[in-house]
T-cell receptor
Framework: DAKTTQPNSMESNEEEPVHLPCNHSTISGTDYIHWYRQLPSQGPEYVIHGLTSNVNNRMASLAIAEDRKSSTLILHRATLRDAAVYYCTVNSGGSNYKLTFGKGTLLTVNP | EAGVAQSPRYKIIEKRQSVAFWCNPISGHATLYWYQQILGQGPKLLIQFQNNGVVDDSQLPKDRFSAERLKGVDSTLKIQPAKLEDSAVYLC??????????????FGPGTRLTVT
């Protein structure tokens, strides 16, 4: 699976947008990009995923660069409940679907 | 729908003792995963089951760790004997198979193991 690089930490203010970057320069053409987040003392939870096109869901938006070597998770209006570690991971899916997590980005949201 | 259940939530043991963790996945989920998460790091996959068969156990320390999923539903992960470096949170996750949402893994709350 392709390796991902994320900033160790980021800070935001409540109700402002947050852009969390991820580099995955060795991604292959069939790899999907997934984002999970982990709130304190909880297991990770799925946020969003995509292949080539930008994606939106109720939690966030995923912007994928045209060359697919980077992506950005966008939280449109950060809340205190969005404070968590955000993980970006890429993998090929299929029947042997598995996630390889890095250290992720610790997002702090200030009131 | 009920989430992934894990027990116990916390466990403290001395090194060289044995310990077992239990996981009950979401009903109908054929794929089950065990992860180890050391403080400050992301989860690391230990083993992946598809029904009651092992799909991937390449990162499982087989000299001391074992896992089973006999009836393709719940699963146990055992450590025997435990070492200090096994102190971590053990996470169980499950996902559906062969469905449009098979990519989404659902995680349990984890078991925090402290080895003294």
């Amino acid at each position: 699976d392709a390796k991902t690089t994320q900033p160790n930490s980021m800070e935001s203010n409540e109700e402002e947008p947050v852009h969390l970057p991820c580099n995955h320069s060795t991604i292959s053409g069939t790899d999907y990009i997934h984002w999970y987040r982990q709130l304190p003392s909880q297991g990770p939870e799925y946020v969003i995923h995509g292949l080539t096109s930008n994606v939106n869901n109720r939690m966030a938006s995923l912007a994928i660069a045209e060359d697919r070597k980077s992506s950005t998770l966008i939280l449109h209006r950060a809340t205190l409940r969005d404070a968590a570690v955000y993980y970006c991971t890429v993998n090929s899916g299929g029947s042997n679907y598995k996630l390889t997590f890095g250290k992720g980005t610790l997002l702090t949201v200030n009131p | 729908e009920a989430g992934v259940a894990q027990s116990p939530r916390y466990k403290i043991i001395e090194k060289r003792q044995s310990v077992a963790f239990w996981c009950n996945p979401i009903s109908g989920h054929a794929t089950l995963y065990w992860y180890q998460q050391i403080l400050g790091q992301g989860p690391k996959l230990l083993i992946q089951f598809q029904n009651n068969g092992v799909v991937d156990d390449s990162q499982l320390p087989k000299d001391r760790f074992s896992a089973e999923r006999l009836k393709g539903v719940d699963s146990t992960l055992k450590i025997q004997p435990a070492k200090l470096e096994d102190s971590a949170v053990y996470l169980c996750a499950s996902s559906s198979f062969g469905t449009p949402r098979s990519y989404e893994q659902y995680f349990g709350p984890g078991t925090r193991l402290t080895v003294t």
